[in-house]
């Protein structure tokens, strides 16, 4: 099947930003006198939106002390965090074959709108991809994906990709056909649950699929 749009998560799908969301993360954290996380705690929060990620780190249902947990974070992501990452292997020649078939791109992420472009910049990877949303203030991913299908960024025969079981209900929320990566982090377990059109285990695979003629 053809699809007009594919529409593509960051953190996890293009892009692995294990330790600058680690190290911002316990920035903000211990700027309020929690005890830093480890690492194995703050990974499993990669993907979701901050807030959400924020609430359940310090079990806190107070939405003024979230956000100001978020500026914190931001406040050293912004600055050095969004350095602290890599694109995981394979994901240029994804893209390049990708692009070589004409196949239109996009990028839906639950990071801040401005960074995620610092990041796709830093990454020389912006030319690959037509458009780039994400967030500057609370919302989910469906919400975003309803708002590219009304604002005709994308149409209804899209696909969302990502490693995330948010990626995939966001797209089935929307009506949206869905395809889950594991090389992220999300298990294979968390994205069979969600019942995706297609899952890949590598970016080569992902893009001979979407690239056959």
């Given amino acids: 099947m053809q699809f007009d749009t594919l529409i593509f998560d960051l953190d996890g799908t293009l892009s692995d930003p294990k330790l600058g969301i680690v190290r911002s993360m316990n920035y903000a954290l211990t700027s309020f ?8 705690d703050i990974v499993q929060h990669i993907g979701p939106p901050l807030e959400e990620s924020m609430q359940k780190l310090t079990e806190s249902s107070d939405a003024q002390h979230i956000d100001d947990l978020v500026v914190k974070y931001r406040e050293r992501y912004f600055e050095v965090g969004y350095t602290e990452n890599e694109l995981y292997s394979g994901v240029i020649d994804m893209l390049s074959a990708l692009s070589h078939k004409q196949i239109p791109m996009g990028v839906c992420t ?17 030319h690959y991809f037509d458009f780039i949303d ?24 899209s696909i969302m990709i990502g490693d995330r079981f948010v990626d995939i209900s966001a797209a089935k929320t929307n009506s949206l056909a869905s395809a889950g990566v594991l ?3 999300g298990s294979s377990e968390e994205l069979s649950a969600e019942v ?16 056959e003629d």
């Fill in 33 to 40: 006198d929690y005890p830093p996380r480890a690492e194995a």
């Fill in 110 to 126: 639950s990071k801040h709108k401005t960074v995620a472009r610092k990041i796709i910049e830093r990454f020389e990877i912006g």
């Fill in 134 to 157: 994400g967030p500057t203030g609370r919302t989910t991913k469906a919400k975003q994906l309803s708002q590219l299908l009304l604002e005709n960024i994308i149409s209804i025969h």
């Fill in 183 to 185: 090389w992220g982090y």
């Fill in 196 to 211: 995706p059109d297609y899952i890949f285990t590598t970016p080569l695979e992902l893009a001979q699929t979407f690239s």
